[in-house]
């Protein structure tokens, strides 16, 4: 079964600080994702990873960076956080290829980071 | 650009009915696949059913079916006999365009009642 992982459950952390949110993947997948989820807005995609060392923007890269030294491990960081980025934060691996289909295309999920900014 | 509709913010149902989930896509990609997942109020997304653009067979998964229109650019999920265990929020998705990336829908809120 795949197993991907998140550092915290709940994170609650002061307008300005820096934080990390750290997510762990233990099936060798190649890609790695960064969502966050607000009520009535669906999950809509941070930054993403192909490879080790490599990063892409996705929908919403504002105020948000990433870092990929393993494989195994996607970070996300807030570099000042601000209140509007209380939110629910979710990790997600897939496996990589150039076509589709199953086995490829799905994603797994973390059990999700809820983290509030005061 | 890719865009996933969910029009039904919330469901009700009875337990052991048959319900229906709304999902419509749109895509100028003639590749891609579609997802349902089931998201619980503990936070975790659960992948539940896949069906690819040239599959030619609804997917089916236990009781989650797809029914999957493509003429319609719909993919409607059919969970049938409703648990109580069924009540969680489910999020339609799309892969196309090119890479691995998902477009979620907005979600369905599904409650199962007695």
């Known amino acids: 079964d795949v197993k991907v992982t998140q550092s915290s459950r709940y994170l609650v952390k002061r307008t300005g600080e820096k934080v990390f949110l750290e997510c762990v993947q233990d099936?060798?997948?190649?890609?790695m994702f960064w969502y966050r989820q607000d009520p009535g807005l669906g999950l809509r995609l941070i930054y993403f990873?192909?490879?080790?060392?490599?990063?892409e923007k996705g929908d919403i890269p504002e105020g948000y960076s990433v870092s990929r030294e393993k494989k195994e491990r996607f970070s996300l960081i807030l570099e000042s956080a601000s209140t509007n980025q209380t939110s629910m934060y979710l990790c997600?691996?897939?496996?990589?290829?150039?076509?589709?289909?199953?086995?490829?295309?799905?994603?797994?999920f973390g059990p999700g980071t809820r983290l509030t900014v005061l | 650009a890719q865009k996933i509709t969910q029009t039904q913010p919330g469901m009700f149902v009875q337990e052991k009915e048959a319900v229906t989930l709304d999902c419509t896509y749109d895509?100028?990609?003639?590749?891609?696949?579609l997802f349902w997942y089931k998201q619980p109020s503990s936070g975790e997304m659960i992948f539940l059913i896949y069906?690819?653009?040239?599959?030619?067979q609804n997917a089916t998964e236990g009781r989650y079916s797809l029914n999957f229109q493509k003429a319609r650019k719909s993919a409607n999920l059919v969970i049938s006999a409703s648990q109580l265990g069924d009540s969680a929020m489910y999020f339609c998705?799309?892969?196309?365009?090119?890479?691995?990336?998902?477009?979620f829908g907005t979600g369905t809120q599904l409650k199962v009642e007695l």
């Open positions: 069906q690819g653009s040239y599959d030619q």
């Open positions: 997600a691996s897939s496996l990589w290829a150039a076509a589709g289909g199953r086995e490829t295309d799905t994603q797994y």
């Open positions: 998705a799309m892969r196309a365009g090119g890479g691995n990336k998902l477009t």
């Open positions: 895509t100028s990609d003639p590749s891609y696949g």
């Open positions: 990873s192909y490879d080790v060392k490599m990063k």
């Open positions: 099936m060798d997948h190649e890609n």
